[in-house]
């Protein structure tokens, strides 16, 4: 497009010769062709368009600015300019389409190296993990495995193997032990495969619509999915829940509510989805996502390490404190020193602390949010144990006359004391969970139930009180895909009072109709305890 405006701009002779004229447009007529036949087959034709101009809107600005400044220097025309911007641009657009089909090209692994890591998979999580087969037997796992490496192909697209380590780490049924989530995203492959461009609510085994991520192929909110390519819902359901690692229902429907696993499971190929909508008309659309639809997930996926939380006063008083992750070091001690500042300035005297989107972190950061809420002294864990073995006395150059291998080793787990803080909040708190609330998510609500630090509100957690975590990353050296373990086996606070999900005080979930008219009703139910206990003090 800014080709022909500088071909038009030089009709007058500036740009030169109408030799060169004529070769800067056909360049640039031919590298937008090979722009929209490469890209075809992964993004919409306006997201290929968009790519091929961001060269030249770069440039274009970057000359914009640079002209007038080279002009004070050394006497160089507009044109000369333009020339050169646009030799640029060209060269700039066929690297960015070299860098696309590369990001895009797929994958294969032969059979040999599928079977040679997933036996250095299940070696290495047999010495590290404290009890792999704790959930599922190693006989019923071995089924498992043995069912999708019957017959396995020569060779094998990059998805499928993925599939294949995502299905068997799932049967592990500990939602620390599973392929990491940015094995499925390096390269940046994951933003041009299609997927449902859909947020899902899931239902027991019925498929909501919550959110649209893009305009095209948009299903109305609050519709009911019905057919996913051509199989019934519930159905398709149950075959993707085959591929995310979890330890309760909640846990896994709040993953499948992104399209991640979704476009892995039909192989980022096109979607045939039939629904009915609120107002009970039935209709089919053939879906698949693009790069902005993508980019949006990957961005509300992320949202928790991109920002860890927020803190706004509602009306009535009242803090409203939500945390998105229990990540970012010194950044969060500070967030929370600055949001109680602000708390005690308030006199607010009832704070909710929303952790329904929080997947986890850093226990050293969920015990210093407790260090300003807690009544008294206080544990993360009532147990932690630690299995000692021959990748840790590798990694860590563990003396082993003091650590045997194959040992149990039981960290301490002394109470924490409060230290001096004139900070800390003494009035009432409500904190909100989901199937989301998992991992050190999970161990901040258990220490909030246990030290009778407020009420808990929402549905119930996606992880249990008896658990495994701290895991430990690793790499397949023959298919490069990135898995992780978990090494240790903790009890929560008053846990073994509790070996399931924790349960709220409060259980209130959000509807299909709230979610059609943007309703937040496990937050509006928080907001009215607070004014009942205002009325009733």
């Known amino acids: 497009m800014n080709s022909l405006i500088f071909y038009f701009a030089g009709i007058d002779g500036s740009i030169g010769s109408r030799g060169l004229k004529f070769a800067l447009l056909l360049a640039q007529v031919t590298i937008l062709t090979l722009f929209l036949i490469s890209m075809s087959g992964y993004i919409w034709p306006e997201e290929t368009l968009l790519l091929y101009l961001m060269p030249a809107a770069i440039v274009l600005a970057a000359a914009t600015v640079a002209h007038p400044v080279f002009r004070v220097f050394r006497r160089i025309s507009f044109s000369s300019t333009v020339r050169v911007s646009m030799v640029i641009v060209s060269v700039l657009q066929v690297l960015l389409l070299i860098a696309l089909l590369w990001v895009v090209t797929p994958r294969t692994h032969t059979r040999q190296q599928v079977l040679d890591d997933l036996d250095h998979a299940l070696l290495l999580m047999e010495d590290m993990h404290p009890e792999l087969y704790a959930a599922t037997d190693r006989d019923s796992l071995w089924e498992i495995i043995d069912s999708l490496t019957r017959a396995l192909p020569a060779d094998l697209p990059e998805v499928e193997s993925h599939k294949l380590f995502s299905t068997i780490t799932a049967g592990i049924r500990d939602a620390h032990t599973m392929v990491s989530i940015d094995s499925y995203t390096r390269r940046g492959a994951v933003a041009f495969g299609k997927a449902p461009p859909y947020r899902f609510r899931i239902i027991g085994e019925r498929i909501y619509v919550r959110d649209n991520y893009y305009w095209r192929d948009s299903i109305p909110i609050g519709s009911e999915i ?3 390519n051509g199989k019934p819902s519930f159905e398709y359901l149950q075959d993707v829940s085959r591929m995310v690692s979890h330890e309760t229902e909640g846990y896994r429907d709040a993953w499948l509510q992104y399209p991640l696993f979704w476009g892995l499971w039909n192989g980022y190929r096109e979607f045939e989805i039939s629904f009915v909508t609120p107002a009970g008309v039935r209709d089919q659309v053939t879906a698949a996502s693009g790069l902005i639809a993508n980019v949006s997930y990957l961005l ?106 194959g040992s149990m080793f039981e960290e301490s787990c002394e109470p924490e004391s409060l230290r001096d803080n004139p900070l800390r909040y003494d009035g009432r708190c409500y904190v909100l969970t989901s199937g989301f609330t998992f991992s050190t998510a999970l ?95």
């Open 226 to 228: 019905l057919e996913i």
């Open 300 to 405: 509300s996926m992320a949202s928790g390490q991109l920002r860890f939380g927020s803190y706004e006063l509602l009306d009535g008083n009242v803090g409203y404190l939500k945390l998105e992750a229990f990540q970012g070091g010194d950044e969060f001690v500070e967030f929370l020193a600055e949001t109680f500042e602000a708390i005690d300035r308030q006199n607010v005297r009832n704070l909710i602390i929303d952790i329904r989107g929080n997947s986890g972190g850093s226990t050293k950061l969920a015990a210093e949010l407790m260090q300003y809420i807690s009544p008294v002294d206080f544990n993360v864990f009532d147990a932690s144990v630690i299995k000692i073995s021959d990748e840790l006395i590798s990694a860590y150059s563990l003396d082993t006359s003091e650590f045997e291998r």
């Open 443 to 537: 161990d901040f609500a258990a220490m909030v139930r246990c030290f009778d630090v407020g009420e808990i509100v929402g549905t119930d957690t996606g992880g249990k009180t008896i658990s495994y975590g701290s895991p430990h990353h690793f790499e397949l050296p023959a298919t490069g895909i990135k898995m992780k373990v978990s090494i240790k086996s903790f009890v929560n606070a008053c846990g073994a009072d509790n070996t399931g999900v924790i349960r709220p005080d409060h259980v209130v979930a959000n509807t299909v109709e709230d979610d059609i008219y943007g309703i937040d009703r496990v937050l509006e139910y928080a907001i009215d305890l607070t004014r009942l206990c205002v009325d009733g003090s």
